[in-house]
Antibody, heavy 122, light 107 residues
Framework: QVQLQESGPGLVKPSQTLSLTCTVS??????????WTWIRQPAGKGLEWIGR???????FYNPSLESRVSISADTSKNQFSLRLTSVTAADTAMYYC??????????????WGQGIMVTVSS | DIQMTQSPSTLSASVGDRVTITCRAS??????LAWYQQKPGKAPKPLIY???NLQSGVPSRFSGSGSGTEFTLTISSLQPDDFATYYC?????????FGQGTKVESK
């Protein structure tokens, strides 16, 4: 059974870079069937798709975040990562890493990590 | 970007009620629509994919329908465990988007 686990700092200073890692267990991120995705959710608000990466390295980002975000993958560690630059208080949120299945019979976002709370504050 | 709009934002219902939540897309998304359930302090739980297919382990009282731009999630007989917030999500485009959520609360 595939499991995802987020890790990284829970507190980031304004204007700095938020960096999170998602470790995948029970399956390989090199599988061609999936996109590896980041979602965030500010407290009391809805879900926001940040972006995703395919095993080939192809990435897609939320247009509203595209200038500040990058997602990368390390197949040797079975991990993928999120970097968000120039953070402000508006980036304070719970961040989830998610498996998003591709293909005609896609089950969409079928596996979620438990989430990691990141606060932007000095 | 494809915008997703859910209605209502909040729904008050009682155990045993039939509950319907609507999700509208700003442009056609064929049947590339998923639903998620989220409880406070927890990650979203996948419920339905491709409009009407239940994820593994999801009770049959949940069902989904629709195509194009209008979709519905129905709970045939609301159970105590179903009080939660529900989100629709389109995956027709390269850029995924969610609805704003519908909170199902106890009447």
């Amino acid at each position: 059974q595939v499991q995802l686990q987020e890790s990284g700092p829970g507190l980031v200073k304004p204007s700095q870079t938020l960096s999170l890692t998602c470790t995948v267990s029970g399956g390989s991120i090199s599988s061609g069937a999936y996109y590896w995705t980041w979602i965030r959710q500010p407290a009391g608000k809805g879900l926001e798709w940040i972006g995703r990466i395919y095993v080939s390295g192809t990435t897609f980002y939320n247009p509203s975040l595209e200038s500040r975000v990058s997602i990368s993958a390390d197949t040797s560690k079975n991990q993928f990562s999120l970097r968000l630059t120039s953070v402000t208080a508006a980036d304070t949120a719970m961040y989830y890493c998610v498996r998003d299945e591709g293909g005609f019979n896609s089950r969409a976002m079928d596996v979620w990590g438990q989430g990691i709370m990141v606060t932007v504050s000095s | 970007d494809i915008q997703m709009t859910q209605s209502p934002s909040t729904l008050s219902a009682s155990v045993g009620d039939r509950v319907t939540i609507t999700c509208r897309a700003s442009q056609g998304i064929s049947n590339w629509l998923a639903w998620y359930q989220q409880k406070p302090g927890k990650a979203p739980k996948p419920l339905i994919y491709k409009t009407s297919n239940l994820q593994s382990g999801v009770p049959s009282r949940f069902s989904g329908s629709g195509s194009g731009t209008e979709f519905t999630l129905t709970i045939s007989s609301l159970q105590p465990d179903d009080f939660a917030t529900y989100y629709c999500q389109q995956y027709e485009s390269f850029s995924r988007t969610f609805g704003q959520g519908t909170k199902v609360e106890s009447k």
